[in-house]
T-cell receptor, first 112, second 111 residues
């Protein structure tokens, strides 16, 4: 398995609280992605990064922000969690634009 | 942005039969098309991919075809086995590295 770790693996939080999910890689891959997975919707892109401090929005970016201050870490922040953000979040990494993306184990987030 | 549609959403076949899953994409600038398999409770894992300069690729029982003109690509699994049962996702990646997924196909292979 690629060296990619997500933390935490599970989290329950209350509506309105901020939440940060971490994706850490040891592969020195340039590209990193955050997806959410919900039944019937597959994997939807939230944000992605193509280098340190270089990020862009995906298809479901509202309510989320990201930061990448160093190559190995890509943080996803829910500024004020809502119940609609209850989901499984996957981080993925890729060496370049034409190679395989490897996924982390996922983080199950429940907003109550 | 890119839009990827995947069909069917569920597919049930008898062991030994073939399975075909189809995807269409909207952005002609997309140039990389991977297929992922996800077993229950696990992470998605790549099973095969194809780039826009290739029309077909095979890996044992799995093959992918790409029609750039029509903007669609398909996954073919031959001689299906019960362990092929999983959810399969197609994806399309553009030059800016934005990668979008289809909604997934739940494949069930009945022994």
């Amino acid at each position: 398995d690629a060296g990619i770790t997500q933390s935490p693996r599970h989290k329950v939080t209350e509506t309105g609280t901020p939440v940060t999910l971490r994706c850490h890689q040891t592969e020195n891959h340039r590209y990193m992605y955050w997806y959410r997975q919900d039944p019937g919707h597959g994997l939807r892109l939230i944000h992605y990064s193509y280098g340190v401090k270089d990020t862009d929005k995906g298809e479901v970016s509202d309510g989320y922000s990201v930061s990448r201050s160093k190559t190995e870490d890509f943080l996803l922040t829910l500024e004020s969690a809502t119940s609609s953000q209850t989901s499984v979040y996957f981080c993925a990494i890729a060496l370049d634009r034409n190679t395989e993306a490897f996924f982390g184990q996922g983080t199950r987030l429940t907003v109550v | 942005g890119e839009n990827v549609e995947q069909h069917p959403s569920t597919l049930s076949v008898q062991e030994g039969d073939s399975a075909v899953i189809k995807c269409t994409y909207s952005d002609s600038a997309s140039n990389y098309f991977p297929w992922y398999k996800q077993e229950l409770g696990k992470r998605p894992q790549l099973i095969i991919d194809i780039r826009s300069n290739v029309g077909e690729k095979k890996d044992q029982r799995i093959a992918v075809t790409l029609n750039k003109t029509a903007k669609h690509f398909s996954l073919h699994i031959t001689e299906t086995q019960p362990e092929d049962s999983a959810v399969y996702f197609c994806a399309a990646r553009r030059n800016n590295n934005d990668m979008r997924f289809g909604a997934g196909t739940r494949l069930t292979v009945k022994p």
